[in-house]
């Protein structure tokens, strides 16, 4: 018997038509949301998650607007620029997007973003407040991951959740979004030995690892939800998850596919995150 899939295009679109119902709601009052996204280089593949972030925006009737700057862009003049969004009235998200190139501190950077329009929730300032569980912008993709389990039904409190995985943008939050839902949660990463003992025990199996199809039938316990984060491409350069989908499908109660899992989530969260940023400005 196969497993539940859960689907992230048909729960993002849930999501995305709300949030564009809050985007109507927003523009009769005379507001309309905008996103400001900075692209520095000619990075393709970050020029490509740049364009369907714009479409996404226009599609429910957001302002979305592309600051493209030059790979030699200095770090001073890219964080000029970012002041200057900080300041402007008609811009309530500002996202910079990642890899930068090399002579340029990303953490100086996504610092200098304002907090109240910082909707990729990374500045020090938003991940300390979510530490702490205050209210903040949550970190696009972990937040999507947790709609994905919420609209699946699917429970947390009181379940063991293993993160394979521990960066700054998926990993880490990933474990304290879930710790707040009452999770148990157990860290592992590329140092773990006998990595395979600890994913069995996974009720939540979290796979963030950036590594093709690494987790196998191996690392998964029988009924166990498996959401694969990864975004890879295989030696026949098919584009494939963290998991090994034919081998844990059948194992796993539910599991997330890629594509169509949690990568249209990202995208869907930062709508949500960015009209958010909008409703904030009309309650201060």
Partial sequence: MSSAIINGKEIGQEIRNAVAERVTRLKERGLT?????????DNQASATYVRNKQKSCEA????????????????????????????REDIHGI???LPLPKHIDEDTVIATIAVEKDVDGFSPVS???????????????????????EYSGIEIAGK????????????????QLLLQKDATVTYTHSKTPDLPSFTRQADILIA????????????????AVVIDVGINRDDNNKLCGDVNFAEVDGIASHITPVPGG???????????????AAENTLVQ
Avoid at 71 to 82: F, G, S, V, Y
Avoid at 160 to 175: E, L, Q, Y
Avoid at 208 to 223: D, L, S, Y
């Fill in 33 to 41: 949301p905008g996103l400001a996204v900075v692209l520095v280089g």
């Fill in 60 to 87: 429910i009737g957001m302002f979305s607007e592309l600051i493209k700057l030059p790979e030699e862009t200095t770090q001073e003049e890219l964080l000029a620029q970012i002041e200057l969004l900080n300041q």
């Fill in 95 to 97: 996202l910079v997007q």
């Fill in 127 to 149: 991940v300390g407040k979510m530490m702490l569980g205050q209210e903040t912008f949550l970190p696009c993709t972990p937040f999507g991951v947790m709609k994905l389990l």
């Fill in 160 to 175: 063991h959740a293993v993160i394979v995985g521990r960066s700054h943008i998926v990993g880490k939050p990933m474990g």
């Fill in 208 to 223: 963030a690892v950036g590594r093709a199809n690494f987790i196998t039938k191996e690392h998964v316990k029988e009924g």
């Fill in 262 to 276: 949690v990568g249209p989530m990202t995208i869907t969260m930062l709508l949500f995150n960015t009209v958010q």
